[in-house]
């Protein structure tokens, strides 16, 4: 069992900052790759960044040069710091995580979301 569990979403101005992160517990043996995501109201949900446990790392065009994902690999915690926040960055931000469980299983994880709304 894998469990994710985010935090940092919140309310912030238009060129604000944000910083969220994403904790994983339970059976893990590694992370293989980690990802955002972002899905706002009546959107389709779209990937925003990820990285691989190689330190390999993309973004979505829209959030290039505003946006930075990292990984802590000894407490399996992933982040993704938001620069220069706008108002279409207004979502629900999930994590996700591609997994190697301890028994060679690769299983596929999924935090509960948090709100990100960016207003004036």
């Known amino acids: 069992q894998v469990q994710l569990v985010e935090s940092g979403g919140g309310l912030v101005q238009p060129g604000g900052s944000l910083r969220l992160s994403c904790a994983a517990s339970?059976?893990?043996?590694?992370?293989?790759?980690s990802g955002w995501y972002r899905q706002a109201p009546g959107k389709q949900r779209e990937l925003v960044a990820g990285?691989?446990?190689?330190?390999?790392?993309n973004y979505a065009d829209s959030v290039k040069g505003r946006f930075t994902i990292s990984r802590d690999n000894v407490k399996n915690t992933v982040y993704l710091q938001m620069n220069s926040l706008k108002p279409e960055d207004t979502a629900v931000y999930y994590c996700?995580?591609?997994?190697?469980?301890?028994?060679?299983?690769?299983?596929?994880?999924w935090g509960q979301g948090t709100q990100v709304t960016v207003s004036s």
């Open positions: 996700n995580a591609e997994v190697i469980t301890v028994d060679h299983v690769r299983v596929s994880s």
């Open positions: 339970g059976n893990i043996f590694i992370i293989y790759v």
């Open positions: 990285i691989t446990n190689g330190g390999e790392i």
